[in-house]
Every structure is written in C-alpha cells, then in structure tokens.
C-alpha cells in the first residue's frame, strides 16, 4: 500500500501473493484532473424555468 496518488506496480520478480515485490508506480491518471461523475450531474445541464 502506498499513499496517494501513488500505485503498487509489480517489479516482474517472484510471486504477485507478497507484498515485497512491488514498488511504488505513477498512477495511470493525472490526479489533478481526478472526476467522480454522479448520478444527477445532468440536472446541471437542463436549463430550468424562465420567469416572463
């Protein structure tokens, strides 16, 4: 386990069970640009009312 935004990435010798072979990797994603969509991010987009 590493902290974030760092990942465990296998260094390609012995078994992938123990803990010890892995280093520290980049993640695959920037973590600056991060995005956890939700399930009413819609509601953002659907222009409401107009009042006259």
């Not at 590493?2 to 078994?15: Q, R």
């Not at 803990?19 to 222009?47: A, T, Y």
């Amino acid at each position: 386990m590493f902290p974030y935004p760092l990942v465990a990435k296998y260094d390609g010798s012995g078994s992938t069970d123990d803990e010890s072979n892995f280093v520290p990797g980049q993640p695959l994603v920037n973590p600056k640009h991060d995005q956890i969509d939700w399930l009413g991010e819609f509601l953002h987009c659907v222009p409401g009312p107009v009042a006259r």
